[in-house]
């Protein structure tokens, strides 16, 4: 065996408010024989991802929390360097849920959910950004929920992020207009000349509202939402009549309860009737069904580069939960992964 | 003619907040002789219903507001007592907004906007509630919307009105459970004994949050929201995943602003993330082509009973200011009709 002992980093104690280092462990711990249909896998990239901040709570989720002790959470690209399994042999590349780890034995039981890469001669990191839980995440809920026309106006933050760049980018695909929200000038030139989106709007800039106005000429159609927070308050006034809001995420509310004593909802609600927004909020597996129907319209175009994408590679898992810290604060500039291996 | 003058309520100035009697004012007006196309209507009955207060305002909607001084707008039953229209006769008994008045002259460039009445054996005020207006607005909201399927749960609020008790009433047609919400203890004895509901909830109760949660223990997969506020903050919780959330009114937000000081917006939005939930506005006449498959459906049911609905008729014309101010306050006990001529 190449690996006989695994680090790890566990939850410590579950943050109140925004996580900090302290909230976090590294422990060193043996791996376990292999017996039959096991594989063992030695972690070469970890994604870090905004949803991990809602794992470290206990409150009511879609997910079960990490138990306090218990190992982050998160998918990672490996390799087999050991297999029991007639199905994997040593050096396939694959992609599963090892968590914040630099190796692992994947039990037989669980070996059913091991998936090897699809990546169409695109790099291996792909498999964890734009063309892995991300890109299907923005994929799936434009398709079946934002449903972009030709002609229409599509905003979605995050845009220099692995799911917002693939939904201006599909919403391009579709005829529409990409308009980005991002944080600071160097993302937002990334978003219009390097993503290419219509127009970017920076959300830190003292006249974001007005400005994201004026990006928006025609109003929007499509505003998918995955961070809420004042950019919502920004694109609200702006939804057309029959505009629909994909939620999968809600970054600028993970660490606090709110924009503080105003009452938000009336307002919301009010556009929702009066504009007839659909509002629907989604997690992607609910249209795992669709995977491998992503990959085949998606991968080809992430191979030749028509959809571009960027990365941020922070090397060492130990670095990890700096990085994920980060990714909360919106100090990465593309999809955050954790070279491990 | 029968009626050479009308009698009109029109808007005196616009309600900050609540609105009371000094907001409206009488006026007497002469009608128009009849040229060629026109018909001359004597109001039987004028409906009175919440979105009212939407047009007293100059607010962003999904309509114009009433101006300063115009007839307040409004739906009736009324009697052709003279006609110049070779598709009308005198007698025929007509739907159409003719504001709040007791005659009117129906120009002949309007006249296709007139609809006589289709009741299949029930009484004319039918045609302003249970297959009017607020029964269409019930029926859209559930066959297009909330979608009810057999065993799930069915909330809805304002359960005692036209609106309310439609929805419960199609819940159970679709074999769901229907829980009511209604103000008071006579309301919710309706609701449950009289209209049939499997429970009722009384949202005056101080323990109203509680007799919710207990009233619905397989959660809620279906609300049908007419009045936002409270109700809202106690259904919100309730909701199950890829539950559906029809928003056609929001009754408790049109005189006030919200809920005070608390930002209500991210709680909301974290529940319709984790619950994957849609919420969808909109208003009735979206879903107009199919009011004729409505009345098809439903007409029969209302006509013979399995269909049951409750009627508060106030009579004269110079009563609807207050019979509609209490109309906002819940003071009505079933659809409330102004009984004009």
Redesign the interface.
């Known amino acids: 065996m190449s690996t006989r002992t695994a680090r790890q980093i566990v939850l410590a104690s579950r943050p109140e408010a925004t996580p900090g280092p302290e909230h976090f462990r590294t422990e060193t711990v043996d791996l376990p024989e292999l017996t039959d249909g096991d594989i063992e896998v030695k972690v070469h990239y970890l994604s870090l991802d905004p949803y991990m901040r809602g794992r470290m709570s206990d409150a009511?989720?879609?997910a079960d929390p990490v138990p306090v002790g218990g190992v982050m959470e998160g998918e990672t690209v490996s390799e087999v360097v050991a297999s029991k399994n007639p199905d994997f042999a040593e050096g396939d590349l694959v992609l599963w849920r090892t968590g914040w780890v630099d190796a692992a034995v994947i039990p037989a039981a669980k070996v059913h959910t091991v998936r090897k890469l699809r990546t169409f001669g695109a790099p291996e990191t792909t498999a964890l950004g734009v063309l892995g839980m991300p890109g299907f995440t923005a994929w799936a809920g434009m398709k079946f929920i934002g449903k972009p026309q030709a002609g229409e106006t599509v905003a979605v933050a995050a845009a220099s992020g692995p799911v917002g760049s693939m939904v201006g980018q599909l919403a391009q695909l579709a005829g529409a207009r990409a308009v980005g929200i991002a944080g600071g000038e160097k993302k937002c030139a990334w978003v219009s000349d390097g993503i290419g989106f219509d127009a970017a709007v920076d959300h830190r800039d003292p006249d974001f509202y007005n400005n994201l106005k004026a990006a928006c000429p025609d109003g929007v159609d499509v505003y998918y939402?995955n961070v809420?927070g004042p950019v919502?308050d920004a694109v609200r006034p702006r939804l057309n009549l029959y505009s629909r809001v994909p939620?999968?995420?809600?970054v600028a509310?993970y660490n606090?309860?709110?924009?503080?004593?105003?009452?938000?909802?009336?307002a919301?609600?009010?556009?929702?009737?009066?504009?007839?927004?659909?509002?629907?909020?989604?997690?992607q597996t609910?249209f795992a069904e669709h995977y491998d129907e992503f990959l085949d319209e998606i991968g080809p175009k992430v191979a030749d580069g028509t959809i571009v994408h960027k990365e941020d590679i922070v090397e060492g898992l130990e670095n990890a939960p700096e990085a994920f810290i980060g990714l909360l604060e919106g100090k990465n500039f593309g999809k955050l992964l954790v070279k491990v291996n």
């Open positions: 009511k989720s879609y939402e809420s919502w939620v999968c995420g809600l509310n606090t309860g709110g924009l503080g004593d105003h009452d938000r909802l009336p919301t609600m009010n556009t929702i009737l009066t504009q007839s927004v659909l509002v629907r909020g989604f997690i609910e």
